[in-house]
């Protein structure tokens, strides 16, 4: 498809589990950003990628969270010995020009739902 | 930083009525300001932005938003709302120097009933 593409919609881990979170740009996309959204709360910034170049992250919420883009293009959100407080839906984003540039559209996608049990 | 308040949680309206949903930010830099809509089980879809000259932007689905750099307000409106509006809408803030690092609002549930 054209969009931004999440895999898998929907996942479930218990408590203490790693989990692995992908995300398909769309194709010949530069910047990609990840977010994260509690439930009844707006996304929040965790993380930010210019090609294979991770240039912000600085809302990581812990060392237990980790990204990666390693070819530019798909990424990799890994989540390290879950937790409740994990639970949220997990949205990536792509642009297609550089970090900084304006009159650009980010495009969002549909996002994974993670719960811990 | 910034940050964004979206007072009301909840707006509930009938149809063909018109409709506000409302947005306030901080900022100590220039900003720009977005508004975005979630439909249930989907992505956030961009209604329109504001990146500099008339302060009136005019977005998709026939909604509209002013900037009011005085007020620090960015507030949606909509003319006529249709029962296919019904979504949370989000209002968003960046910072001129770290576009698309968007700082997102709590959201505003539209409820629009027949």
């Known amino acids: 498809g054209a969009g931004v593409s999440q895999s898998p919609r929907y996942k479930v881990a218990k408590r203490g589990q790693d989990v692995a979170l992908r995300c398909d740009p769309i194709?010949?996309?530069?910047?990609l950003f990840w977010y994260q959204q509690a439930l009844g709360q707006g996304p929040e910034f965790l993380t930010y990628?210019?090609?294979?170049?991770?240039?912000?992250k600085s809302g990581l919420p812990s060392d237990r969270f980790f990204a990666e883009r390693p070819e530019g293009s798909v990424s990799t959100l890994k989540i390290q010995r879950t937790q409740q407080e994990d639970s949220a839906v997990y949205l990536c984003a792509s642009s297609s020009k550089r970090q900084g540039t304006p009159n650009t559209e980010a495009f969002f996608g549909q996002g994974t739902r993670l719960t811990v049990v | 930083a910034q940050s964004v308040t979206q007072l009301d949680s909840q707006v509930p309206v009938f149809e063909e009525a018109p409709v506000e949903l409302r947005c306030n930010y901080s900022s100590s830099v220039s900003v720009y300001l977005f508004w975005y809509v979630q439909y249930p089980n989907q992505g956030l879809q961009l209604l329109l932005k504001y990146l500099s000259g008339s302060t009136l932007v005019k977005g998709i689905n026939g909604f509209e938003a002013e900037f009011n750099k005085s007020q620090t307000s960015f507030h949606l409106r909509k003319p006529s709302v249709h029962i296919s509006d019904t979504a949370e809408y989000f209002c968003?803030?960046?910072?001129?120097?770290?576009?698309?690092?968007?700082?997102f609002g709590s959201g505003t549930k539209l409820n629009v009933k027949p």
């Open positions: 990628f210019q090609n294979e170049a991770q240039l912000d």
């Open positions: 968003a803030v960046s910072a001129e120097y770290n576009f698309n690092k968007f700082y």
């Open positions: 194709s010949g996309h530069v910047s």
